[in-house]
């Protein structure tokens, strides 16, 4: 043994080590010896930066210690709220969680409690590698979060695996952090080639305090929106023109005062300093009523002309503006959004329009598809000048009937999704904080059927908190699509955040499958979540019979009040793929989780009215609701990819049930053979000389993909034997 433990104190590689060491001292000594180390951890004080972490606004927590000190701290920091907790082995059957609000916490090398749970070895950490769902969750997660590394060696081959797998498949897994105060050569090399970024931070011996101030400074952050440059004019003319005095210009036409001013107030900001929005302040108030005559257009010549482009008809009227169609001078058709002249006096709502000027400036560099460029802008008077979208919006599609099929609504949901999550992405992190139907156009909607294309117009052309008031539409309406954090002040909320627009597509979602504008705050009714779910089931799917509950419930997901239990894009963008893939093909759906909820669907439709099922995402269970004694369950199990089916008899021990019972027996067998015949697994016959009759079964899910009618039918018709009436 001496041998043993020597060799494995030589050891640089820490798993080869306690390889050799299990060896040497035997499991029982192995597994007591780490229990006897570990055991003071409970008592310890948690440290700060453990909860500083929880402060932040993090999807979950993946932890390569076997302490609870993860889970502990955050229930001190998010008392009352709902976390998933889990260990690495058993990841593969908590993929679902990543599609919903609620945190996750994994212990990835297991729990101190359960030594079974324990990945301290090079063969145990060989075997989780092969564990399908284990590493399927870990490169999930890289792929769909960004990650931030702390107090843990990235390069560590544990970690180092998954993204070199992703790196090998050439998967784009976009930007992870490692927090470290490595200056090492290696460390660089690796997370170069891992496409890992490194923040450091200097520690002096075991001072990491550097990290803790770091930590700090992060959870007390606000996000606040930085003040917009003005908008330069983009309409240049060749020498700068004479500036009259402010009584004078207003002789000159509305188009050449529009002009001259600028001309020079494009000289003025040129600088792009605060000097120079300060002398710009001063010429906007020096040339006021020049300025205000500006704003004045029509769609009657001589007032039809707006800076060279010819104004040809008024398309309609929103909360910032108006909206017209016009031609340049070389005779091409545009939009011209000219919002209203108090727009100029309110300094929010002018930061706001600066603010989309800067932001389609940026997804127009970035060449963001799915969105329209502004061509030209102006501040005298405010306007943006787009490419003429030929099509309709998202309004005038449900109205007129055009978008009430299944699978238009989720193609436009998933491609209105993956634009702003793309914009979300972005360095410069665009938000567009105004979605609604009117901003998303279907470019060619009335040509070939599914050629249409899903844009989104003014980017960052948001509301801000308080504007409620301004709108010269219906504000009960228009702020029903807005956040709650946009209406109404909140200390652990930030109108900066992209799970804004989460909630503006939810209820865009919402508005696309009833035709009913949402009220404002409609989300904290009490009615709301019966309201959205009876909505959107009215119209059912034959391709796929669960779809209208899931499509409701990523409504309710998106919709959250709380913004850190709200979905995020990426979340959003998951589940409308999956509908998406049930849709194309039910054939070739995957997933045990999407089956065990259509199995329970089309298992209660065969029921007949009168049954119902409900939805348990933490457990991937549908259980059908039946009469007292009778329960009828599916869960998927991604790991083991079937579905597992229960169903349950419980006598009551009344004089009726001791009565029946002697046909149980019979009625059993009958309702096995009919599982059998459905292409369900039964796992062990049940014992029909007790009060209580559980059937397990299973079906894998590459047979549930043809079979699934016949699987749902076989189900019913199982429970219908067990009904003993």
């Known amino acids: 043994m001496r041998e043993l433990v020597t060799s494995a104190d030589a050891q640089k590689d820490l798993w080869i080590a306690f390889d050799i060491l299990k060896k040497a001292v035997g499991p029982t000594t192995y597994r007591n010896v780490i229990r006897d180390k570990l055991s003071a951890m409970p008592r310890c004080e948690i440290p700060a930066d453990y909860k500083r972490l929880w402060q932040l606004p993090v999807k979950g927590a993946i932890t390569l210690n076997l302490d609870s000190f993860v889970l502990q701290s955050y229930s001190e920091v998010r008392s009352g709220e709902r976390v998933v907790p889990f260990t690495g082995i058993e990841a593969g059957t908590y993929t679902h969680v990543l599609k919903q609000a609620a945190p996750f916490i994994v212990n990835l090398h297991g729990r101190i409690d359960n030594e079974s749970s324990w990945i301290l070895t090079e063969s145990e950490l060989r075997k989780l590698l092969r564990n399908k769902g284990y590493t399927e969750f870990i490169r999930t997660v890289l792929c769909a979060f960004t990650v931030v590394f702390v107090g843990i060696t990235a390069d560590d081959k544990a970690v180092a695996a998954h993204f070199n797998w992703l790196s090998n498949k050439g998967i784009d897994f976009g930007d992870h952090y490692w927090l470290t105060d490595r200056t090492d050569t290696a460390a660089d090399t690796w997370a170069e080639k891992a496409g890992v970024r490194l923040i450091r931070y200097q520690c002096r011996g075991a001072d990491h305090s550097e990290l803790s101030s770091l930590l700090a400074q992060l959870s007390s952050y606000v996000s606040m929106d930085s003040k917009p440059a003005p908008a330069a004019p983009s309409q240049r003319r060749k020498g700068l023109p004479h500036l009259p005095s402010p009584e004078a210009i207003l002789r000159e036409n ?25 002398a710009y302040a001063e010429f906007c108030r020096e040339y006021d009523r020049a300025i205000y005559q500006s704003w004045y257009v029509n769609i009657s010549p001589p007032d039809n ?11 309609k009227q929103g909360a910032f503006g108006r909206v017209f169609e016009a031609y340049d001078e070389d005779g091409a058709r545009v939009a011209i959004k000219l919002l209203r002249e108090d727009i100029r006096r309110d300094d929010n709502m002018l930061q706001s329009f600066r603010r989309g000027v800067q932001s389609m400036g940026i997804l127009s560099r970035r060449e963001v598809s799915g969105m329209v460029p502004y061509r030209e802008t102006s501040e005298i008077p405010a306007f943006a000048v787009m490419e003429f979208v030929e099509g309709v919006d998202l309004t005038d599609a449900v109205q007129s009937g055009n978008l009430s099929n299944w699978g238009t609504t989720v193609r436009v949901a998933l491609d209105l999704a993956r634009i702003l999550r793309k914009a979300h992405r972005l360095p410069e992190r665009v938000l567009h904080r105004n979605i609604r139907p009117s901003n998303v156009m279907l470019r060619d909607f009335y040509g070939l059927t599914n050629a249409f294309e899903v844009v989104v117009l003014d980017f960052d052309l948001s509301w801000y908190r308080g504007a409620v008031g301004v709108s010269i539409n219906d504000a009960n309406t228009v702020t029903g699509y807005l956040a709650p954090e946009q209406v ?13 627009d989460s909630f503006g597509l939810g209820m865009t979602l919402y508005y696309m499958r009833t035709g009913k504008d949402p009220n404002h705050l409609q989300h904290l009714h009490a009615e709301w979540e019966s309201d959205c779910m009876s909505s959107i089931c009215v119209v059912g799917c034959d391709s796929w019979k669960s779809l209208p509950r899931r499509f409701a419930r990523l409504i309710l997901s998106c919709t959250q009040d ?18 998406t893939e049930v849709l194309r093909d039910p054939s070739q759906v995957p997933s045990a989780d999407l089956w065990a909820e259509e199995i329970a669907a089309r298992a209660v439709q065969a029921l007949g009215t009168g049954y119902d099922y409900t939805w348990d995402p933490d457990l991937s269970t549908s259980r059908v609701k039946l009469p007292r004694g009778l329960a009828l369950s599916f869960r998927g199990s991604e790991e083991d990819h079937e579905v597992k089916l229960s169903l349950q008899w419980v006598g009551t021990g009344d004089a009726k049930y001791e009565n029946l019972k002697k046909y149980l027996p019979a009625h059993c067998d009958r309702a096995a053979d009919a599982l059998k015949k459905g292409g369900w697994r039964l796992q062990k016959k049940p014992d029909v000389h007790t009060d209580l009759v559980t059937f397990e079964a299973r079906m894998s899910v590459s047979l549930l993909r043809t079979e699934y009618e016949k699987a749902a039918d076989a189900a019913a018709h199982a429970l219908e034997e067990m009904r003993l009436e």
Do not use: C, F
């Open 488 to 500: 109404r002040s909140g200390p652990t909320s930030s109108t900066r955040n992209a799970l804004v």
């Open 254 to 278: 509305p188009d050449e005062i529009r002009y001259i001013l600028n001309e020079h107030a494009a000289r003025i900001l040129a600088p792009r300093n605060k000097e120079a929005h300060e």
């Open 562 to 579: 709380s913004q850190s239990m709200r979905w995020d894009m990426a979340q959003i963008q998951g589940e409308l793929e999956r509908l």
């Open 305 to 315: 002309v707006l800076l060279g482009y010819t104004i040809a008809s008024e398309i």
